[in-house]
């Protein structure tokens, strides 16, 4: 009867601690949002202008914890970087970001030098360059802790990326979290490019930026942002 009862508890440990496994070898979810205020969908990083009013929410399994900005600039904007606030209190400056000289970013493995604690969502370099139109040139990216916990009700803030000089504005946010009550491990859960916003500095900029594909649900975006001011 003892062995009986001995079994029954590891059974039962056993069962509970599935679910914390499962959740922690998900692996990359493509669940959390990160998009202009009232925007339609293209297939494509949605554009939008500087300051840009967003909303962060996940529309999977939650909540999704431990919640990053990763934040890709082009160059002209990286070098012109003054900072970059959100709701007016300073969120990023320059020495936030770095050269992107790997072929995959953020890097899988932790950074000992920014403790930023390494990711299973890695976005392709070429792939970044060529949503922000930056085929052959290179790219910054910047990664920094924005909210301990998201749900599927939207969350509303304003990001603002200040500039010392003119430059050729070209910001691109995704986000990074942990799936679920498992906060082991690197980040599981992430924006798909579908589910990210494209930053330009106005409506000028935007017609030599998008292309054909998703040029129209550029347009309608501007036209919308500008009606709710």
């Given amino acids: 009867m003892r062995g009986l009862y001995i079994f029954i508890i590891m059974l039962t440990a056993l069962i509970i601690s599935l ?25 494509e990083p949605i ?20 919640v990053w900005l990763l934040i890709v600039l082009n ?19 320059k020495t936030d970001f770095q050269l992107a000289t790997s072929k995959k970013i953020p890097p899988t493995l932790p950074d000992p030098a920014t403790g930023y604690p390494g990711s299973l ?6 792939a970044i360059k060529d949503k922000i139109k930056e085929k052959n040139n290179p790219i910054y990216y910047g990664v920094k ?5 998201i749900n599927t009700t939207p969350v509303y803030f304003q990001i603002s990326i200040e500039l010392e000089s003119p430059a050729n504005l070209k910001a691109l946010v995704l986000a990074l979290g942990k799936i679920g009550i498992c906060n082991c491990g690197p980040f599981n859960a992430c924006s798909s490019f579908s589910k990210s916003t494209f930053i330009v500095p106005d409506s000028a ?8 594909f998703f040029g129209a649900g550029g347009f309608y975006l501007i036209k919308h942002k500008k009606k709710l001011k």
């Fill in 19 to 43: 679910p914390a496994v499962n959740a922690c070898s998900r692996g990359c979810v493509d669940t959390i949002k990160v998009i202009p205020v009232c925007a339609t969908e293209t297939g």
């Fill in 47 to 66: 554009i939008t202008v500087n300051p840009a009013d967003l909303t962060i929410f996940h529309t999977g399994k939650g909540p999704i914890k431990n």
């Fill in 75 to 93: 160059e002209p904007t990286y070098n012109a970087l003054k900072q970059i606030k959100i709701d007016g209190e300073l969120f990023m400056e």
């Fill in 121 to 126: 969502c890695n976005y392709s370099v070429a």
């Fill in 145 to 149: 802790f924005l909210r301990e916990q």
């Fill in 205 to 212: 900029t935007l017609a030599l930026t998008v292309s054909p």
